[in-house]
């Protein structure tokens, strides 16, 4: 069989075990949830409120119908792509998750591209003398923001550079003084199809801070992942072999270690994007940035059953996808790989 | 690749100077609480209950000195001879926000709708038995029983009416994103992380001073902080500020650095005791432990003297207030009584605490009364202590699983009623165990016989008649001890110099209207 039917068939089966892995996911969320202690109307209401107007309560949201009828009803309306309404303020959880995921993805993407930039350089800057000067700074680099706690990192970024310099806002997603761009949710995008620098400025100051620690925090993945890999061919036959045609080193570098050593690089990317699809938690809670990590701890603090599950289901969703996509791109650059 | 670092750093302050302009003499009000709707039934939050007092009025309002005053009614309801039926005169000449008259449709309209879908709907229907429009400009509550603090009750910002045009697809689910009131300030966006409020040009009263307010939220305390110091936002509220934040923007505020306001107090930190168990069920236990909380280095300790020790369950500037009804800390007298409950001659009593862990400040507070036990009654009794998250606390505390807990209670309205009938009503009794009822939410399970009638009739008179009877029901509840009040606290405010002095009115409410920008100190707001 040929190896494009090969990937063929396997990414079939990936994609075929997608809507099981997900029916498992959400089962085991539903589940979750409801095992464990306090329920919406503890969040909503804490020791306020009479039983009966508990009850009541209880009675509005639909959690007083027996389990296997809710279980049921989520699962049908899931079936219909309706995640639901959240409990706390009965929006669909379709639009909050519209709401918050482009925050996320918007500053997963611009961190995870300064992390790149900055890693592989760092990684790529000591090659030309390994165990020199260059090459341990970069290993610490490596070690030293991959070891770093995100809270405490985003912290002091946070203190020097807007408290105490006042140069980039505290938080938040874009300036309170102005409305911000409608569309798509992505804020760079929509300020720049709209034309309008003000907002584009505005969304580039907030995103610098929260995106530059995450992105240097991310960055020694890189900086490791490349020095180890590059470092691995650099020392391999076929390297051995174009310095013995008499290649340039920087050709045998450039040319013939480089893109070997970048493709488990770029499976390291695929594992960090799925991650961020997530969002970071800790860098948007230190940053009040309002992306989907921060909005599914608050639901989780108030126990908003439907948004909880609602954005578990979709975040599981585009970890498969990435996922899939990853294994793709990697099958097609590398021809090694069989399945 | 240093110089490429270099470079980046100083594009910072590049991007830093392309800070947005202020809008004219609008005004950046920063706080932790997320609004996820601005609909009043939908409101539960102080956050939403500060941005409702500027998008919309109430019938009655109180003022900075606890006074009574109407605001979308013209005067103090008429109770019939029966005390069953309040007639309340509407204000004339209000316009909603979108044009459409405010008038006593619209008036029933949004209690009933309140009463029908509000988070916290049961203030009012428990007391309130219909809506009537007697009048084009007068409404009638017809009650389910005489109750004399309805005006306070009328006073919570939740109540304010909507514009029933605006609301007709809405009557029966919330309107989120959208307000149309009758406020000083219009909603002009609404986002869940940013709010901005312009003024009404049509507004029946007060025209604000300010040309608007942004609201935005921080997530975190040293966001929020810092925000202020930076001067990126004008005004902060203090609900999620930790302690040693509001210390510093106090110390701040002392030097004149900053401007401060301090709200009416609201909040009442308490320890419930579980009474229908061991070993809290012995009254003489109970009474030994009001006696072992030495409030004053606690509240110097663990809210680092921003909290005033409290001995009883009411707010001080509330009628009924009785500010010695609960026992002072007396270690001689608790192990007196703790040799009485048979305890210090070699057995120590062990009582579980436990504490809201996603809040700091408890579980400063469990662990320094802890020590301070261990120091002067260790031989007697210990606390052990325990963290657990603030849900999943409340979830426990009805099902009698918490022999003690340490939470807060802040009124909804200011009045003695909101203070008492949520901790100690009691539905079904069995002697002093209270079966079901409030006293069962709060955790306490305690009740006496008659404790019922006297709260329920504290309701239904007024003056120096209701004085005494809630003075008499909390010395009554202080010497059974199922709660032990152990500070109080209010709403703060911290504006840089640039904004004139915050004030909060009697609700606790930043009156925001009041605000304005000082161009003269514009240059002094980094402290």
């Not at chain 1, 990937?7 to 498992?24: E, F, G």
Request: proline residues 7%; aromatic residues 6%.
């Amino acid at each position: 069989m040929s190896r494009r039917s090969d990937l063929a068939r396997y990414l079939a089966s990936r994609l075929a075990l997608a809507p099981l892995m997900l029916w498992l996911i959400a089962s085991l969320v539903f589940l979750l949830l409801r095992v464990a202690p306090g329920d919406p109307i503890d969040a909503l209401l804490g020791t306020r409120a009479p039983e009966a107007a508990r009850a009541a309560l209880r009675a509005q949201l639909g959690l007083d119908r027996p389990l296997s009828e809710q279980y049921g009803r989520f699962l049908g309306h899931l079936l219909q792509g309706d995640l639901g309404q959240s409990l706390t303020n009965g929006e669909p959880v379709t639009r909050l998750i519209q709401d918050s995921l482009p925050a996320s993805l918007e500053l997963g993407v611009v961190a995870l591209l300064l992390a790149a930039m900055v890693g592989l350089a760092v990684g790529f800057s000591g090659i030309g003398r390994p165990e020199g000067r260059l090459d341990l700074a970069g290993r610490l680099y490596g070690i030293g923001t991959y070891a770093l706690p995100p809270f405490w990192a985003a912290m002091v970024v946070q203190l020097v550079f807007a408290v105490w310099l006042g140069w980039l806002p505290v938080g938040g997603r874009f300036p309170a003084t102005l409305m911000p761009p409608q569309g798509t949710g992505f804020y760079l995008l929509d300020s720049l199809r709209a034309g309008d620098w003000q907002q584009l400025g505005g969304s580039l100051r907030h995103l610098v801070l929260p995106a530059a620690t995450l992105g240097l925090l991310l960055s020694g993945i890189f900086t490791n992942a490349l020095r180890l890999n590059l470092r691995r061919a650099l020392g391999s036959d076929y390297v051995e072999a174009a310095r013995s045609r008499g290649l340039s080193e920087r050709r045998v570098v450039l040319h013939h270690a480089l893109p070997n050593a970048l493709l488990p690089v770029l499976t390291i990317t695929g594992i960090t994007v799925a991650s961020l699809i997530g969002g970071a938690l800790l860098i948007e809670v230190t940053f009040s940035w309002p992306g989907i990590a921060f909005r599914l701890q608050e639901a989780i603090a108030q126990r908003d059953y439907p948004l909880v599950q609602g954005i578990v289901v979709v975040v599981a969703a585009l970890v498969v996808l990435v996922s899939v996509l990853v294994d793709l791109v990697v099958a097609l650059l590398d021809p090694r790989i069989r399945f | 690749m240093a110089t490429r670092l270099a470079s980046l750093l100083l594009a910072l302050p590049l991007l830093a100077a392309c800070q947005p302009t202020r809008s004219g003499q609008s005004l950046i009000v920063a706080t932790k609480s997320r609004i996820d709707s601005l609909d009043p039934v939908q409101a539960s939050r102080i956050g939403v209950m500060q941005v409702l007092s500027g998008l919309g009025d109430p019938l009655y309002a109180i003022d900075g000195n606890g006074r009574l005053e109407p605001r979308l009614a013209t005067a103090l309801p008429v109770l019939s001879g029966d005390g069953r039926r309040a007639r309340i005169p509407l204000r004339q000449g209000v316009l909603f926000h979108d044009g459409t008259r405010f008038d006593a449709a619209a008036m029933a309209f949004s209690l009933r709708r309140f009463m029908a879908i509000g988070t916290l709907g049961y203030q009012l229907s428990e007391r309130v038995e219909s809506v009537q429009v007697i009048a084009p400009y007068e409404i009638e509550l017809v009650l389910k029983r005489p109750f004399t603090p309805l005006p306070r009750l009328l006073s919570a910002i939740v109540l304010t009416p909507v514009s029933p045009t605006a609301y007709q697809r809405h009557r029966d689910k919330p309107l989120n994103d959208r307000f149309v009131g009758t406020g000083p300030y219009a909603l002009a966006f609404f986002g869940g992380q940013q709010q901005r409020l312009t003024p009404w040009p049509r507004y029946w009263g007060r025209r604000p001073a300010n040309a608007g307010i942004d609201l935005v939220t921080l997530s975190n305390s040293t966001a929020l902080f810092g925000a202020l110091r930076s001067g990126e936002v004008d005004l902060l509220l203090n609900s999620g500020l930790e302690i040693d934040h509001q210390q510093a923007l106090h110390r701040d505020a002392a030097a004149g650095r900053l401007r401060e306001a301090i709200g009416p107090a609201q909040g009442i930190a308490l320890v419930s005791l579980l009474s229908d168990q061991p070993p809290l069920n012995r009254t003489v236990l109970r009474q030994a432990v009001a006696r072992s909380l030495d409030r004053a280095t606690i509240v110097r300790r663990v809210t680092l003297g921003l909290r005033s020790p409290q001995r009883q369950l009411i707010p001080p500037d509330l009628l009924g207030s009785d500010p010695s009804a609960w026992p002072p800390y007396d270690p001689a007298g608790a192990r007196v009584l703790y040799r009485q409950a048979g305890y210090c001659q070699g057995k120590v009593l062990t009582l579980p605490l436990t504490y809201r862990s996603d809040i700091p400040t408890d579980r400063l507070f469990a662990l320094t009364w802890q020590a301070q036990l261990r120091r002067d009654l260790g031989d007697c009794v210990t606390l052990e202590v325990t963290g657990m998250e603030a849900t999943t606390a409340y979830s426990q505390l009805d099902k009698g699983a918490l022999t003690m807990l340490f939470y807060d209670w802040v009124g909804d309205y200011p009045d003695a009623e909101n203070f008492l009938m949520p901790l100690l009503s009691c539905s079904k009794a069995e002697g002093d165990r209270c079966l079901k009822g409030n006293s069962v939410q709060g955790g306490s399970f305690w009740t006496a016989p008659g404790l019922e009638a006297e709260l329920q009739r504290s309701s239904q008179v007024d003056g120096s008649d209701r004085t005494a009877l809630l003075v008499a029901i909390q010395r009554r509840v202080a010497a059974a001890n199922p709660y032990l009040p152990v500070w109080l606290s209010a709403q703060a405010a911290w504006g840089g110099l640039g904004v004139s002095q915050p004030r909060f009115d009697g609700s606790g409410r930043v009156m925001l209207g009041e605000l304005r920008r000082l161009p003269a100190a514009s240059g002094a707001r980094r402290p």
